[in-house]
């Protein structure tokens, strides 16, 4: 039988709007750097951008893998995947969004289950929704990246779920607070955060990282890490992406409060 060799990690957040998806396929793009087979599954069913900011059709999709499992047809998980690059595959969420809906969360648990066969790293992409199929993700997964801005409605959030996490003994997350999203959102010291969410902050990713044109990497399907002089023009936050990336990897929790 086929070993499995992959760790899944999901990012997620008490609000929408973070950079979770940019974090997603930069964190991809850090991983091919290192030369681990990453996959990205966009699990942002009614919404998801995977496919657009990767500029790859999505000719099969998660609703596919889902129909096709169910129905008896499932042969081959590569036959759901498209490639990126060497490195990084995607399996995009439904074209359709009325698909979503017609998911059924246990066939998502077989999905990640059976990928982390196939690849060194899961990632996937979600919505901030407590629902369903994301409490089942959450559940199933590694590890799980919790991603926050600097602004007094997504800590409020972010403090709800850490609160949902300490009553279910969940200790398998890290915590980001992301300056890049929004430069000008630095309400509070990092001080007032930690005492906001009760909890101590991982990783910090600076306005250094803050991309004007993030847009035209979207529309060009271009992945900012992977660009040659990223690790260069990026200096400090491509080392904290780097670090993420490994502290995964090697299954680290999140630091005692
Ligand atoms: N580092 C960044 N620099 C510039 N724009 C960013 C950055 N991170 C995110 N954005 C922009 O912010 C918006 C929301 O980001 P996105 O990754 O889609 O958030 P989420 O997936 O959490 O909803 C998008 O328009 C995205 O291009
Ligand atoms: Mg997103």
Redesign the pocket.
């Known amino acids: 039988m086929k070993k499995r060799i992959g760790k899944s990690l999901c990012?997620f957040?008490g609000k929408?709007?973070?950079?979770?998806?940019?974090?997603?396929l930069n964190l991809a793009g850090i991983y091919a750097g290192i030369e681990k087979k990453v996959l990205l599954v966009d699990l942002?069913l009614s919404g998801g951008?995977i496919a657009l900011a990767t500029n790859k059709p999505a000719i099969k999709t998660v609703y596919n893998f889902v129909d096709d499992y169910n129905n008896n047809r499932f042969k081959d998980f590569n036959d759901y995947v498209v490639k990126y690059n060497d490195y990084i595959d995607i399996l995009p969420s439904p074209k359709d969004p009325r698909q979503a809906t017609k998911i059924d969360s246990k066939y998502i648990e077989i999905l990640l289950d059976k990928a982390t066969f196939h690849y060194d790293v899961v990632l996937i992409?979600t919505?901030?929704v407590l629902n369903e199929i994301n409490l089942v993700v959450l559940d199933a997964v590694d590890s799980i990246l919790f991603?926050m801005q600097n602004d007094p409605m997504d800590l409020k959030n972010m403090k709800s779920l850490l609160s949902i996490f300490k009553d279910l003994e969940k200790t398998n997350y890290k915590i980001l607070l992301?300056n890049?999203?929004?430069p000008f959102k630095k309400y509070f010291t990092m001080f007032d955060i930690k005492s906001i969410i009760k909890s101590n902050v991982d990783y910090e990713?600076t306005s250094e990282?803050?991309?004007?044109n993030?847009?035209a990497y979207?529309m060009n399907g271009e992945i900012?890490t992977l660009q040659p002089k990223a690790a260069n023009t990026f200096n400090k936050d491509y080392t904290t992406l780097v670090k993420i990336a490994l502290d995964f990897l090697g299954g680290d929790k999140h630091d005692k409060d």
């Open positions: 990012l957040s929408g709007g973070v950079g979770k998806t940019v974090l997603a942002d951008g992409d919505n901030h991603v992301n890049s999203r929004d990713l990282f803050y991309v004007k993030m847009d979207v900012v």
